[in-house]
Each structure stands twice: as structure tokens, then as C-alpha cells.
């Protein structure tokens, strides 16, 4: 197979590592101890106190909505750029190449396609231009702490009364819900019926509505990304309910054809497995090549590195399948999985080929590469669950894919 650019590839890959490379404010230009967090860097400085940092992510979401580029994937007649299946590969490998960080956070890649198929024209009309403007993120409340992998066990209610809902319950592992404006979530709205019906997908449109209370979540790494939510007769109207009551569940599993390809994180391996083998190679490197791990380690790289460009055909071969007009299912497990395990073994690699310094955290001045593997060590503990777990996603290709029964 050969994966080149054609010449229209070409140009428009072209065009978007002009546009960055013009347009990208100084605060996001690339650092390469920044270990992926780039990726919510602008959700986290909007409402920064430092004027500088608010200021950059006016100024970067100023500039993707110039181009239509804050949602490259809806059609343009919702604001989109309408970009075809291999152009959203190319657009997302490039930022992800510059660690250039996306606007819109969640509700641009979820709410967005949800609310173009399943949305009244009210909302279509109020919520798409907000959220393209950067003025809008919205948080996600799907995961509960007894339904994470098993989401269709949710047991946040919303009970219907007159024409409001009066939301109680609690969500989990909310990415960002402390820095969002808005939460889109999925409620029991008829507990009565089988777990997959009487689910009802809200709008939550302001995050100070009375009864809803955020609090921290820090991560093993003492980042505060993730939150709990916790509602106590929460009070949001039926019109800013999508789609019909108790068929939610249909509603938060819509999925358009957005680029969902997982480029960003074949980049990412790439640059992690090129920056430790040029490290490595350095004279600073040197005294760990002198080491016990060092045969081990060497080996190790090589297969990082090969397993980073599967990483990035299983994308391409995503991408390929939504040109033709396919919908890829076991694949995208399949890209999911393959590239959450890669993340982890190439940390571990890492940590092996620096031995007891490994252990050395990002403060400490005697860290090789200022502990970046050593951070990513920990920070992808959880990578193999999030999203879909390693559990979750062998299922579907073992039944969708391998056509085996349930066990």
C-alpha cells in the first residue's frame, strides 16, 4: 500500500504547516517535555488568570475559526470546514506534529455531531456558533463510579417535572468539567426498563446552575484534570433535552463521520521513541549506554519504533476506510488498543533504558530528559482504560471482527 500524499495531500498538508507554523502563538509552540498535555492546554488557559495565557487562547481560537478549522470534520454549513476523511488525517497530524492544541474540547468532536443529527434546529442555532467561537466547552458526564465500562448501568436520574428535569446523581472522571461552561450527560429517566432504554442525553448549560457541585480529582502525577460531579435536584429544562426522553442511549452513541483515526497519538509515539533514541545517542546519553539494562533497552528501541509506524498504518487505514465510505468498527478498537499499549511499553522503555535514574521525577534536576518518561510512565497507567477499555475494545474484535460468540 502506498500511503504518499497525492498532490492535493500534498498542498493542503502544505497549507495547514503554513497556517501553524504562522499563526500559532508563541505560548503552544512545541516543547518537547510537554508529554501530550498540550492536548488540553487551551481548555486550561481560556480562563487563566495571567492575561498572557487567556489572551493566547483568544488569539489561537481567532485563528482556526478564520479557516474554519475549530471543526474541521462538520460540514460547512453548520461552521465547519467540511474536510473530507483523509484531509482530517492530514489536518490532525499535522497539529499534532506541532503540538498545536484543538479549540472546543469535547463538545466540538462529540456534542457538535450529536446535536447536527439528533438536535432541534434551536440548538443547532444557539450551541454550534458558541462553540466555534471558543466561547463554549462543554464537559462530558457519561462515567459513574458503579458505570464506567458497563455505561448503559447509569443510575443518574433526571425525573420529569412540568417542563423541567430535576437531576440527581453523581458522574465520574469528568475531563475538565472545572475548567468547562457547559456539560452535555446521560440520565435514567425510567428505571423501569431494560438498562439500555430509559436513557435520556440533557444539556446542562451553565456549570453555576443551582445544585451542581464540582470537585477535584488528582491524578497520579498531581494533576487536576479529572473531576467528580455531583448533583443535588439540578434543574434543566426539557428543551435542552436532545433528541427523545428515554432514547438517549441512541442519541450518546451517534458518531459522524469526524476523524477519529487516533493520529495524534501515532505522532506522539513517533516523537517519544525518536526524541529517547536521540537522547540515547547523544553524549549526555552515553553513561546510560554504559549500564546492564543498556542490550535490553536497545532492542526494545527498535521494536518502539516499528510499533510506532503500525500505529500510525492502523490510522491510515481508518482514514482510507472512511474515504471509500465505510464505517471502520473492529478497526478503530483495533487502533484504539494497539496504540494505548504502545504509549505504555515505550515509557517502560524508557524507564528501562535510564535504570535507577528513571525513578527521578520531573523536578529534580539529575532526570534525564527532565523525567518526561518517567512522567509518561505514570500518567499511562490509566490510558488502557479511558476511552474504552483494552477489555472493552478486545470484545468488539473478537465478536464484530472475529465473529466470536459472547462469552
Sequence with gaps: ????????????????????????????????????????QWVFDRHAEEPALSEAAREWARALADRGWVAPAWPAEYGGAGLSSIEQFVFGEEMARAHAPPVGGNGVVMLGPTLIVHGSEQQRREVLPRMLGGDYVYAQGYSEPGAGSDLASLATRAERDGDEYVINGQKIWTSG???????????????????HRGITFLLVPD???????????????????????????????????????????YVGMTLLDFERSGVAGAVAHEQNVAQLAEFLASP?????????????????????????????QLSLRIASMQAAGLTPNQEASMGKLFSTELGQRIARTGMRAFGLHGLLWKDEPRAPLRGNFTYLYVRLVPITISGGSSEIQRNIIATRGLGLPRG
Design 1 to 40: 500500500m502506498d500511503w504518499s500524499d497525492t498532490a492535493d495531500q500534498a498542498a493542503f498538508r502544505a497549507e495547514v504547516r503554513a497556517f501553524i507554523e504562522a499563526r500559532l502563538p508563541d505560548r503552544y509552540k512545541h516543547d518537547p517535555f510537554d508529554s501530550g498535555e498540550h492536548f488540553v
Design 177 to 195: 468539567a472545572h475548567h468547562a461552561d457547559a456539560l452535555f450527560m446521560l440520565t435514567r429517566t425510567d428505571p423501569a426498563a431494560p438498562k
Design 207 to 249: 456549570m453555576d446552575t443551582p445544585g451542581l457541585e464540582v470537585r477535584p480529582l488528582l491524578d497520579m502525577t498531581y494533576g487536576h484534570y479529572f473531576n467528580e460531579v455531583f448533583f443535588e435536584n439540578v434543574r434543566v429544562p426539557v428543551a435542552q433535552r436532545v433528541g427523545e426522553e428515554n432514547r438517549g442511549w
Design 284 to 312: 549526555e546519553g552515553a553513561a546510560y549506554r554504559r549500564t546492564g539494562g543498556w542490550a535490553t533497552a536497545r532492542a526494545e528501541l527498535a521494536d518502539r519504533w516499528i510499533e510506532a509506524g503500525v500505529s500510525r
